[in-house]
């Protein structure tokens, strides 16, 4: 059971360049969370899941897409970056049906844009 | 809305002293739950302790223990006996609602010294 998985771990890109994050979870959760954390603060909701095929937006979407083709997966897009996404990201997922509430999180991927 | 302060930025101890870490939260929801993650250097997110809104029993597990008090909103984290491997930032955290839209608290960093 590997839990979340994270790709890349880091990544450099230049501005107004693309790329998508992965994040892959392996426990049937049916909600899934994208979270970015900027130096010395918390977490910052981007975008979530409830299940395939539903997504919503969080605290901070601007600059982001996400979609749920799958129960296991939840990329995130940066269409075109810039510097104020510099950032870790962490995926995470749980499972409300049970009543855990317990939000199980990747190792985050380290972004910076330049 | 909700919220979460952590009003300590860094607290700094030498080891086998002990330190509580405070959390203050803010909902209007009488249904919420109360989380403490750990994030060590390495970067992680280490889940430690969930609370929901109808459980103000205190826990303790070994060296860790909470006090939640409805009746101030706050949800402090206690360390007994401090060693240096305790040395992290430490998150409060609360969802609420269905959709499990967790909001982190800015974090404390604590810093134990041999």
């Known amino acids: 059971n590997a839990g979340v998985t994270q790709t890349p771990k880091f990544r450099i890109l230049k501005i107004g360049q693309s790329m998508t994050l992965q994040c892959t979870q392996d426990?049937?959760?049916?909600?899934m969370y994208w979270y970015r954390q900027d130096p010395g603060m918390g977490l910052k909701l981007i975008y979530y899941?409830?299940?395939?095929?539903?997504?919503d937006k969080g605290e901070v979407p601007n600059g982001y897409n996400v979609s749920r083709s799958t129960t296991e997966d939840f990329p995130l897009r940066l269409e075109l970056a810039a510097p104020s996404q510099t950032s870790v990201y962490f995926c995470?997922?749980?499972?409300?049906?049970?009543?855990?509430?317990?939000?199980?999180f990747g190792p985050g991927t380290r972004l910076t844009v330049t | 809305a909700q919220k979460v302060t952590q009003a300590q930025t860094e607290i700094s101890v030498v080891e086998k002293e002990d330190v509580t870490l405070d959390c203050v939260y803010e909902t209007r929801d009488t249904t919420y739950y109360l989380f403490w993650y750990k994030q060590p250097p390495s970067g992680e997110l280490v889940f430690l302790i969930r609370r929901n809104s109808f459980d103000e029993q205190n826990e303790i597990s070994g060296r860790y223990s909470w006090n939640f008090q409805k009746s101030t909103s706050s949800f402090n984290f206690t360390i007994t006996a401090s060693q240096v491997v305790d040395s992290a930032v430490y998150f409060c955290?609360?969802?609420?609602?269905?959709?499990?839209?967790?909001?982190f608290g800015a974090g404390t960093r604590l810093t134990v010294k041999p």
């Open positions: 899941s409830v299940g395939a095929g539903i997504t």
């Open positions: 955290a609360l969802i609420r609602g269905v959709n499990n839209d967790m909001r």
């Open positions: 995470a997922s749980s499972s409300i049906g049970t009543g855990d509430y317990e939000q199980y």
């Open positions: 426990m049937n959760h049916n909600y």
